[in-house]
């Protein structure tokens, strides 16, 4: 059942969140089309330029991202804080890298403005700070563009994405990472590449090309894996990579269901199973619906919904052990 985006996007829950956006009808429109018998790669490249674009406006850091031919995945961090602290004037000079300024904001400026005038353009001024870190209009910016410039290619009108991004709240630190290892092996899981080095358009090929000093020319501005810094994700980049590789490695088809003796440590400090971590890592992942997280976190979501339980929970429990005292 659908659900309104403001029960599933909530900041005073958690600033992460997993969004997904398909073609229409799930057709290879970012990449071969074989019934049409044309190439739509370059459209990855799209994608990529326009998250680069749009995270210099917008309080969004990604955290992971795959861009893959008939989808994409966003794992995104929602900095509310930052975008409180902006002048009205950096709101205002970050709205025009993408939108028209309203008539009544210019004439604010002027010394001789009516009081009422001023009033008006701060009201305006505050709604586009909420939009400037809402996930909503992060997406749209970037979903609309993306379909207005292929269909522009195809000469064409009409749909280009299948509906409404799909999003997930990220509850905690396991979902967190969860969510980001899941993406990042989106190409490894489709049969695409065979490494996570190997996998185009994933925040995991860009995070190893970078520090193997071969960084990727149109990059994205991708949050800090390190836990000794305060702005950046629960874990170091060291750990990811190897949790990412070892999973990697384990869910391909000729090593499907064997776990490698030597656990990422990783995985025991947030006492994860590893038998249905690789499970839902697979092609036929568990399900966590519109949230990710420990039992106890899904638990705390449903009773400020209002709810008894989440769909999720079962998975959650199976995914992560209770932790350790």
Known sequence: MTRARREVVSLDDTPYYHCISRCVRRAFLCGFDRYAGKDYSHRRDWVRNRLIELTKVFAVDVCAYAILSNHYHLVLRIDRDRAQSWSDEAVIRRWTRLFQVPEVVKLAQRQDSPQAVREASRNWIETARTRLHDVSWFMRCLNEHLARRANAEDGCKGRFWEGRFKSQALLDEAGLLTCMAYVDLNPIRA??????????????????????????DAAVPLRALAPDRRSALPF??????????????????????????????????????????????????????????????????????????????????????????
């Open 191 to 216: 049969g695409m590449a065979e490494s996570p080095e190997a996998s185009d358009f994933t925040s995991i090929q860009q995070r190893i090309r970078e520090i193997t000093g071969r960084p990727i």
């Open 236 to 325: 170091s980049l060291k750990d990811y990579l190897l949790l990412v590789d070892w999973t990697g490695r384990a869910i391909r088809d000729n090593k499907r269901g064997a776990i490698p003796e030597q656990l990422p440590p990783i995985l025991t400090r947030l006492n994860i199973e590893p038998g249905h971590w690789l499970r839902h890592m697979g092609k036929r992942r568990h399900r966590f619906y519109h949230a990710v997280g420990r039992v106890q976190a899904l638990r705390n979501l449903a009773e400020r919904a209002g709810r008894h339980w989440l769909q999720g929970m079962t998975s959650s429990e199976r995914l992560f052990r209770q932790s350790i005292a």
